[in-house]
């Protein structure tokens, strides 16, 4: 493929990427994503005043863990409402009627959603660098880009499969804490108190396996252990980065088919 | 997919309009997925240790102003501690100076619950390790001195606790003894304050317990005519077995 083909191809979807990604400076998501971080330091601050020992820990484990948590909802608020605004002012059909394939227009609006997403996660990694090693917090840094991006490319289906905001983020939303517990829950279906014995038992155990075996590894993202015992490496992110692959790619094409089926 | 459910049939494009390379990815993802999921180590399961619970004034901030459901929600979540996802940790693992710290921090987030002193009795206080078992009975100890006439009935299973199981008279004694002197009151029944008269007994110091009914008689506290007839009856067995035994 010649690079004016690709061009040809692609410049559509960088095109649409870049002005989603823009989009989040004029809708001022970044004043959000500024003022998250200055949260987070209040947050941080707070903490070192009232932790007895381990200062550093204590603040770099509770500060992350609500960041983290709080980056996910504001990607999802933005993914979710960008894409409503894009179907309520018909710039979807707009966009449709030009020659480019619906395949483009969902790749253009998940790369920008990417883009927002490093945006988001960039700064507050820097902030947890202050309370732990540079080094987790990078590795904590590039975790939680792995983890919105997941986190984008789950809005966007919902977004693009649900009529209604409020379905779509609360979707998104049980999706991921699903997502984050099916682990523990998987633990506790096959753990000492459950009577295996019992049918009833051996179908709830079978449900949650099959669950598990859909569901992302959530709470392999992002974990706090890199901050405290900084004992993450470079090496722990491979499995992250598979997974997020894997998931982006179903979530995707699961996208892409509600997408080819829609009537405009 | 989804959508279907939502526009109905007549707003979907049928199947075929899908383009035959999405549907691959679709099947190739899903592949995939449940084969790295299979491929992945399984989730194992690890007993984390209890933590020190932190300070109050981090809690009550925690608490988002109800106190009190988030007190009932720590009591709740001590007690299932020994039960971590896929994983039974028997009571006696655990670290009974931080499953204090949180009984205490339940207590300071609602002072007048009952949650935290039932567990230290019942629950903590029953393992078979005398000393748990007394730290938990101190605790109940110290926080009945706070409000005794809240908080006696723990103390009174703190003294059965201390005289059946511990077989320790002494602590018992000095648990029944500040029962005694302390919750007084028309909320609190008479046997409360009889309690150290029977542990007395147990001791074998009749002669003492001998003075305290006869005290409790004289001091018009005992209005109840079966009770005063009892503990006369109480008494006059004391001073027989007295007797019987200077005569030995």
Redesign the interface.
Known sequence: MSIETMRHKFGPVAVIARYTALEAFRTRYIWLVVALLLAGLGIALFIGDLAITETRQTQAAITAALLRFAAVLLVILFVTTSVHRDFSDKSVEMMLSLPLPRAGYYLGKLFGYALVAALTAAPLSGLLMFFAPAEAGLIWGLSLLLELVLVCALSLLFAFTFNQITGAISATLLFYLLGRSIAAIQLMAHGPLTNQAQTSTQITTGLVDGLAYLLPDLDQFSRSAWLVYPSGSTGDLVPLLVQTMIYVALLSAVALFDLYRKNF | ????L??GGS?????A???KP??L??L???G???V???W?PA?T?TASALPYA??A??LSVASLGDAIAFSRILNLWLQMYD?Q????IPFRELDYARVTSWLQASLTLDPRGHYPLLAAVRLYGEVPDPERQEQMLEFTYEKFLEAPLERWPWMAHAILIARHRLENFELALKYANALADKAIGPQVPHWVQQMSIFVLEDMGETEAAGILIGGLLESGRITDPQEFSFLSDRLNLLAESGQSGDER
Not at chain 2, 1 to 4: E, G, Q, V
Not at chain 2, 11 to 15: G, S, T
Not at chain 2, 85 to 88: E, K, M
């Open positions: 997919m989804i959508a279907s939502h526009h707003r979907e494009r049928p199947v309009q899908v383009p999405v549907i990815l679709l190739i993802g899903l995939l997925q449940v790295w999921h299979h992945r989730p399961a932190p300070p004034d981090v039960n996802p896929g994983i039974s």
